[in-house]
């Protein structure tokens, strides 16, 4: 249960009333848009059904009355089957811990399904509580030519009607006043003609309920009776079952055999309810006779088509990788180019020690390397919330359940492991919609297999430095596809893990898949902003809070303890590689002076290394680039060689120290690195992750990535940073990641160690918080404990097998 | 001397923020709070 707010404001001496409202209606009819209109919370709002998985709470005001909004999932019935239709249940009686009992209802009805909608509408009504219908998506349905006449309506149902549009703010003044107004002066309680046998059974069984009210420790309703009698299940009916005992249970199947008088008595309900809303809507809806297809009809017809449907769902995937790659790059090295220049600023205006160390190696290397991938996380978010916002989402969710069904999963399952690939939290708890435990148990195991965005910087980092900036065809971005497959690898081990668990250990019915497909919608500006503004706002907040702490203590580990030893050591070998330069050095030239000529040569390589600082890629004209300023560097470097050989002499000898000292100062950072403490727990870890293609530096910094993926980037970052003592200007973590070394000096990185590390990161668990939320659904430790040693394994050997294959390869 | 006193004000910190996120994870466990991993669950005012 999550609040916005409980805080109440006393303005003078005014009373203040404060009424619990519930908002009910179907999934998709926009509650959480109107509870957000009415509360200004921000809660995630989307156009596909099932974004709200349990009551939000919050709070609005209106003259001297306080209103407490309780957004309850959506729910096409009030019958107790999967969790969240419970939720909905519960709280209208008033019986969840923590949630005050409603002393009135907003029914949320949608005006384009105002037939099916009207369903659940008749439960809630029979309730009796004070309520006011809010008419939604009346554009959409005259859009139609369906119009509703919503005075007739309200008179029909004896409730107010007031007709809203939450995103554009209207209707909701005088759905408030209509509220305030209805709470003092109720309606008439909703009175369907049941068959009497069906009226005589709820009357004897709320008789019956009402002698066992006293060791209930309430007084039961007559509807709650009659929910009682259709269901004959759910919590309800256990907890009467436990005060009332074997005579309790006996009479009650009794009661419901009489009233069923050999019919179904769900089948009853729907009839008495169908039939009542078709006569109302013969009286309040008139809809014009529309011959052939609606254009939205024509769209679905190509979105959800076997073959059409799926050719455009990989386009529209392909793109948004591309564009990922294509779109991200100026952006991403503004914020690297930043970082950079921080940490030259900073580690300039410092002096040598411990606390630079801690603030360039550990802070900025760490957190600002996981930050430069902020640009692609909006980028994806930015396409998912358009996709969510358009209706395309339940279009792709219906294409996939074809597939899907085939591997023994519900269709309900879709809509969890979409949302999964933003983030699993969010597909975990999106589950519980689903009514089978065994279906929901597989759905929640299989969440984390889709690639959430966390694991986005480590497939960008290591495909930018490993992948070949090429075009295919053109057009196709190698790098973009290459990002696209990984995308699919987690969703590709989750077929056969279903499989298994839907044929073993979790075996149950496919149930058929009623999925809505909502009517297309512009999305809407602010809707997308804000999206981009949550998902892009948590990423930095995790970047300033647990990466940041991960950092400092990785730093610390990593550099402690510091063995004197080692520096005096490498104090030497300078010491001796300076001493014979300065022997070699050519003390005279009668022609120019020596300083000078050394700058000229300097100056040379300067130009050249700026020339050549912004071309990266294979492609044809940046090799040539390349090439040509080499040629004219050495030309340039011949020519002043030749007027000034005695500097040109020094200028080789200074340019052979510098690397001296830049292999002793590595070698230096190296050893100290070995023998801290992180080098000596990696040193115990590596046969383990070495036919990995790992060292152990790779091996920590996957380990210490436990509490959220994301942090394996700021570890390396950290860790080569520490591993290596660099003069010049700071590299790129991608460079440090190219040009990383094992103690024998030949690369540590190659494509098949970039593959095996984005292969284990696709499939491992390495996100602690979704381990305790799958607890805290499942009740149970066992799930996540599973999860976490079958996803570790299963990516252990995944990387080894790609790391073995790709090195035999060449890779 | 200042030097020492701040890197281990720093990486204590460090170290007491990690483990209080290790409570909250349980916390959240037991249902007790929410994650706030990706912020899809928690409404927040204006």
């Known amino acids: 249960m999550t609040e916005a707010s409980t805080s109440t404001r006393h303005e003078g001496h005014a009373r203040h009333d404060r009424h619990a409202i519930a908002l009910m209606g179907n999934p ?3 509650k959480s848009s109107l509870f957000n209109a009415l509360t200004g919370a921000r809660q995630k709002i989307a156009n596909f059904p099932g974004v709200t998985v349990e009551a939000k709470i919050g709070t609005t005001r209106f003259e001297n009355s306080e209103f407490t909004i309780i957004d309850l999932p959506g729910t096409y019935s009030l019958a107790a089957r999967s969790p969240d239709e419970r939720v909905a249940t519960d709280a209208l009686l008033g019986r969840i811990e923590g949630t005050p009992k409603p002393d009135g209802v907003v029914i949320v009805l949608d005006a384009s399904s105002l037939d099916r909608n009207l369903y659940i509408g008749t439960q809630v009504l029979e309730f009796g509580l004070p309520a006011v219908v809010a008419l939604t998506m009346l554009d959409v349905a005259e859009s139609r030519g369906i119009k509703i006449d919503t005075e007739k309506l309200s008179k029909t149902l004896g409730v107010p009607v007031v007709v809203v549009n939450a995103p554009k703010g209207k209707g ?21 003609s049941y068959p009497d046998d069906f009226k005589r059974g709820v009357d004897t069984l709320h008789a019956e309920l009402l002698d066992l009210g006293v060791k209930l420790g309430f007084t039961p309703t007559r509807p709650e009776a009659l929910r009682l009698l259709v269901d004959g299940a759910g919590p309800f009916f256990d907890e009467c079952e436990e005060v009332g005992g074997e005579e309790w249970t006996r009479k009650f199947f009794e009661i419901r055999e009489r009233a069923a008088a050999g019919r179904s008595l769900s089948m009853l309900e729907a009839q008495t309810r169908y039939g009542a809303i078709g006569q109302w809507m013969r009286e309040v ?14 769209v679905d017809g190509i979105l959800t088509h076997k073959l059409w449907g799926s050719l455009v769902f990989i386009v529209v995937m392909g793109l948004i990788f591309q564009s990922i790659y294509s779109w991200s790059g100026p952006l991403m090295d ?58 395309y989402m339940s279009r792709a969710a219906f294409l996939m359940d074809r597939l899907m069904s085939r591997f023994g999963l519900s269709g309900k399952a879709f809509i969890p492991l979409l949302s999964s690939f933003a983030c699993n939290i969010p597909g975990i ?21 889709m690639s959430c965005s966390a694991r986005l910087p480590v497939y960008t980092l290591f495909i930018a430095a490993f992948v070949p900036q090429i075009k295919l065809l053109g057009f196709l971005e190698l790098q973009g596809l290459v990002l696209f497959a990984m995308y699919w690898v987690g969703v590709l081990f989750a077929i056969p893990t279903a499989l298994v668990l839907k044929k073993g250990i979790l075996k149950s019915k496919v149930t058929p898949f ?21 998902r892009g706002g948590s990423f930095v907040r995790r970047a300033g809070t647990i990466i940041l702490a991960v950092s400092v203590l990785v730093w610390a580990a990593g550099y402690f303890p510091r063995g004197a030893e080692i520096d005096d050591k490498h104090d030497a070998a300078i010491a001796a590689a300076e001493g014979a330069y300065s022997e070699a050095v050519v003390s005279f030239d009668p022609e120019a002076d020596i300083e000078s000529a050394l700058a000229q040569f300097k100056a040379i390589d300067d130009a050249h290394e700026e020339r050549t600082a912004g071309l990266e890629g294979e492609e044809p004209e940046v090799e040539a680039a390349t090439a040509e300023s080499d040629k004219q560097r050495e030309a340039e470097i011949a020519e002043l060689a030749a007027k000034h050989p005695a500097a040109f002499t020094d200028y080789e000898n200074w340019l052979k120290l510098e690397e ?26 590596e046969p383990a992750v070495e036919p990995l293609g790992w060292d152990w530096r790779i091996g920590m910094a996957a380990i210490a990535s436990f509490p959220a993926r994301e942090v394996i980037v700021a570890t390396l970052g950290t860790i080569f940073n520490l591993g290596s003592e660099e003069d010049e200007e700071s590299q790129t973590l991608r460079e440090v990641v190219q040009n990383a070394t094992r103690p024998d000096g030949s690369k540590l990185f190659s494509l098949a160690t970039g593959l095996s590390i984005m292969v ?52 | 001397m200042l030097e020492a006193v701040t890197i281990i004000a720093i990486v204590t910190a460090a170290a007491a923020f990690a483990a209080w996120r290790v409570w909250q994870t349980l916390r959240v466990a037991r249902g007790q709070a929410d994650c706030n991993a990706c912020g899809a669950c928690k409404p927040e005012h204006k």
Not at chain 1, 515 to 525: A, G
Not at chain 1, 780 to 786: F, G
């Open chain 1, 429 to 449: 708890m999106g589950a519980r919609v689903i009514e089978d435990r065994n279906t929901r148990l597989t759905t929640i195991f299989l969440a984390p297999f």
């Open chain 1, 660 to 685: 001296q000292r830049s292999e002793i100062e590595n070698r230096r950072a190296g050893e100290h690195l070995e023998n801290s403490i992180l080098g000596r727990m990696g040193h115990v870890i």
């Open chain 1, 172 to 192: 909701i003044d005088e759905l408030k006043g209509t509220l305030h107004r209805a709470l003092h002066h109720p309606g008439k309680k909703l009175e369907l």
């Open chain 1, 28 to 30: 998709n009819t926009g």
């Open chain 1, 760 to 811: 284990f990161f696709a499939l491992c668990a390495q996100c602690a918080a979704t381990l305790a939320v799958m607890r805290r659904e499942t009740n149970s430790w066992k799930w996540p404990l599973a999860s976490f040693a079958y996803m570790t394994g299963l990516a252990y050997v995944a990387a080894l097998v790609t790391f073995q294959v790709a090195h035999a390869l060449g890779g």
């Open chain 1, 514 to 534: 009623l999925l809505e497909l909502p009517s297309y919608k512009m999305p809407r500006p602010k809707a997308v902003g804000r999206v981009l503004w949550e």
């Open chain 1, 334 to 391: 503004t914020i690297d180019g930043g970082f950079g220049a921080l940490g030259d600023w900073v580690g300039g205006m410092m002096g040598e020690g411990a606390l630079k160390s801690l603030v360039v190696d550990g802070v900025i290397a760490g957190v600002g390397g996981v930050l430069i991938f902020l640009p692609q996380i909006l980028i994806l978010f930015l396409f998912i919330a358009i996709l969510e916002d358009l209706g």
């Open chain 1, 285 to 298: 809806k008139q809809a014009e006779a529309r011959e052939g297809r609606t254009r939205t009809d024509v």
